[in-house]
């Protein structure tokens, strides 16, 4: 597998109050391998399927940081994609830095609170399988400011966007040289907490959805939106026992 072109998702993981539970979990619910690294990592995991990384996890960095899973996207200089998100107005949380010889990373928010990661690959390229069963297949951006959001994604990563018809509420898709490479999503309506703030989601590729859904309510986690059809195949909200969210998707393609 060849790095991903910068501005494409590359690397999801997850920030966890309960490393040792969520490796339960997810191993089970995905089939996942855990790899845990040494004390130089601090116990960072990386999930593996058919030998091939497809996730990390490692336990919460900051007092009174939720349990959440981070999107990463491709970064060919992560000093550079760090000018652009504050040219255009978003915040570096973590400016970049050097985890060893494994890459360059930073973590960012976009101008609607929304926060987002960028790797630079070094020795590790990020995940190395996607779409099957048990790997990343969608990344999406859930926002009340869709207009910002195009403005800003526009700027830092040079999409270009087109709407869709996913759901049946305001849906765009992101591309990059015509490919798709992420959603956003516009906020409206009941189904949506007044105080959910702006995040991206990450999408699990299943091949059962209800199955799936149901063997993650039997591992101790939870269904926060149960498995519905869109236009792409069928897929659901979930949350891990410490309150991670994520959604599974079944792709009829």
């Not at 940081?65 to 504050?86: C, I, K, L, M, N």
């Not at 609607?112 to 190395?128: D, I, K, L, V, Y």
């Not at 907490?193 to 939870?222: I, K, M, N, T």
Request: charge should be negative; charged fraction near 15%; hydrophobic fraction near 45%.
């Amino acid at each position: 597998m060849t790095v991903p072109s910068p501005g494409v998702p590359n690397w999801v993981d997850l920030a966890t109050v309960d490393l040792d539970d969520a490796i339960r979990f997810y191993t089970a619910l995905f089939g996942w391998t855990a790899e845990i690294s040494g004390d130089d990592f601090g116990g960072y995991t990386t999930f593996q399927l058919n030998g091939l990384p497809v996730a990390g996890a490692g336990p919460l960095l900051g007092e009174g940081q939720p349990t959440a899973w981070s999107t990463y996207f491709a970064a060919g200089d992560a000093d550079a994609v760090a000018g652009r998100v504050e040219s255009a107005q978003g915040k570096v949380l973590v400016p970049p830095f050097d985890v060893m010889d494994q890459g360059r990373m930073a973590a960012f928010l976009d101008p609607a609170g929304a926060p987002f990661s960028t790797w630079e690959a070094g020795t590790m390229r990020g995940a190395e399988v996607f779409g099957l069963p048990g790997a990343l297949t969608w990344n999406e951006l859930n926002t009340r400011d869709l207009e910002g959001a195009m403005a800003f994604y526009g700027a830092v990563f040079g999409w270009t966007f087109r709407q869709a018809h996913v759901t049946g509420l305001p849906y765009v898709i992101c591309e990059l040289n015509r490919t798709p490479v992420a959603g956003l999503q516009l906020m409206v309506g009941s189904g949506w907490p007044d105080d959910l703030p702006a995040h991206w989601l990450v999408y699990f590729a299943v091949s059962d959805c209800d199955r799936a859904a149901e063997h993650a309510a039997s591992l101790g986690g939870r269904i926060v939106h149960p498995p519905t059809p869109i236009a792409p195949g069928r897929y659901a909200v979930l949350s891990d026992p410490q309150g991670g969210t994520f959604a599974i998707l079944n792709n009829h393609r």
